[in-house]
């Protein structure tokens, strides 16, 4: 008997040793299961079509949709393309921006936090309470106002993993506890004017005068792009990995170009023009700094590893409380210095500031640039594609003279579409066994 | 196999309040050998697996690594000796890609920053060591058959380099293809020298890939059988506490005539 059963065991593992055997002299062919590249430009189009049928259609449907946004404004109204509009539009989508990218951190945990709108009114007060009606040191103030938001983002997180309440309930109350904290700070005065010349004055309202500064970034930004791609695939080659092709870099390279240096000339050259916005500045700065922690840091490797699975993060030796901690608390700062940009564009901090649609708008734009609700995938530029697309349809509607709560329709109706792409392409990547 | 078992378990017991989940087990596993721990539900495997890989503490016996007495207390005392743990449920994340799974937790830097290059390259050379197949080692998880989970877990055990690599139940659940070829792995692991305890409901595959059998029953051993030359029955006979089951006694109603032919 026992021969008996040895025997087909013996057999089945025999027919699969010899397939596999036979694969093994020729690793790098055959199997029409294996996602290998093809080498060269064709090898990157069929990789991308594959991919979008897929259903992982990253940035495209936003690219796409900003792309109709510009064309039908245009058209409508000539001067939305102008130097002064694209200016207005980098500078209010840089504060809700950086707010934006604070939501990124929590979606990617699979979390949401409502308070950030609470956060930034709490910030802009308390800036303003210290630094103008009680005459601390600007600078101070800012700082404090910063270190505010981190500490409230940190009692949510404190909250939320060590207590176990849902980061939906933490953060409604937050939103409802801090605004209330906001009033109380600007009871006497209920509004308070930024001084000219202040920090928080010059956050929106400092242009570089010298074209010589939007070109230069331009530059810098392309130089360092095109010098990554470049060494990564250098060393990518000596690894015998797959590399990107030298069409691709250049490819990449050409649209990264073009974008920067045009925005740059609309910034500088037309009449009217004031220079490239300090504003903007600032967030590609913290654009650039997030999207740097999170693709090459182990901390963000942690952050997507939590927001996937908690479990196995936690086996893996990642603490995970200090993640979730760390994360709201990164939301509460960048919301406390977004709240200071708004409060630089309003001309000072009010009763409600953060209040209304700016907490709607900032985690619409995380969801419209692509990031997803449902944890563990997303990209920090996603903050900055999704707020051009909620700037630039309140641009339009304002140059159109809409009232605001067709903007609101609108916005909401883009939301809407945002997410259902989001969902159909989930679905879409389950049919192609991708969840 | 050499003469020094790399883990042995000397008379563990272990309780949990008023029951007596293990009393006075035994173990020995030496390098390059596939010990299957069989038993039934509630036989002790999972107690002892998880006494072995910290995350119990033993009451009483001794843990010997490499002929040392050792304690195992937390889970990073089992890392630290060389002990890989690859539980049922995998633990993979989903949305990261292969090689960010094989190294979370133990990620390549280079001045504080990923080294991808290196992670996906040392990544790569270990798959094809084990000659895993997989589409790309670039797609998520979440892409990949129930299978390529399953020898990308086992793979992620061997990150560390360890001596001792626990499976448990690395089959239930796979089709006949992908079970094949995790059984293929388990090869794989003894050609390398390492230690490997495989806890199994499926005889077919305990039969195919084991060395010995160490059988548990009501946490106490019930025998430690070499697969060549021990039967099914023996084994199913042990595991249920008697050769008088109802096991044997349906075999031996529909069967038997060929049952006394192979005896």
Known sequence: MSDLTKQPAGEEQATTEAPAAADTPQPAAVDPRLLVREQGFTGYLNDFKRRVRGGELGSLPVIIGLIVIA????????SFLSADSIANIGVYTSGLGIMAVG????????????????VAGVGAAVWAVLSVTNGVNDWLAVLIAIVAGIAIGTLHGFFFAKIGVPAFVVTLAGFLGWSGLQIWMMGNEGSINTPSGSVVESLTGYYFEDKAAGYGLALVAVLAYAGSLLLDSKRRKAAALP????SEILLRTGVVALIAFVVAYVLNEPAGARGLPLALVLFLAVLVIADFVVRRTTYGRQIFAVGGNAEAARRAGINVHKIRISVFAISGMLAAFGGLFIASLSGGATKNLGSGNTLMNVIAAAVIGGTSLFG??????????GMLVIQSIQQGLNLLGMASEIQYMITGAVLLAA??????????QKTAGRT | MSATPVLALRGISKRFGAVQALTDVTLEIHPGEVVALVGDNGAGKSTLVKTISGVHPVDDGAIEWEGRTVGINKPHDAQELGVATVYQDLALCDNLDVVANLYLGSEIRTAGVLDEIAMEKRAKELLDTLSIRIPSV????????????????????????????????PTAALGVEQTAQVLDLVERLRERGLGVILISHNMADVQ??????AVLRLGRNNGVFDVEGTSHEEIIAAITGASDNAVTRRKARTNQVKKEAGA
Do not use: H, M
């Open chain 2, 138 to 169: 670039r797609i998520p998880v979440a892409a990949l058959s129930g299978g390529q989970r399953q020898v990308v877990a086992i793979a992620r055990a061997l990150i560390g380099d360890p001596k001792v690599v626990i499976l448990d139940e």
């Open chain 1, 419 to 428: 997410v259902v792409i989001d969902s159909v392409s989930r679905r879409t």
């Open chain 1, 376 to 385: 563990g995938r997303g990209k920090i530029w996603s903050a900055l594609l």
């Open chain 2, 208 to 213: 195919a890939v084991a060395d010995r059998v």
């Open chain 1, 243 to 246: 590399s990107r092709p030298l």
């Open chain 1, 103 to 118: 939501i990124v951190f929590v979606l990617l945990l699979g979390e949401i936090d409502l308070s950030v709108g609470s």
């Open chain 1, 71 to 78: 064309i039908v404004f245009q058209l409508k109204n000539s």
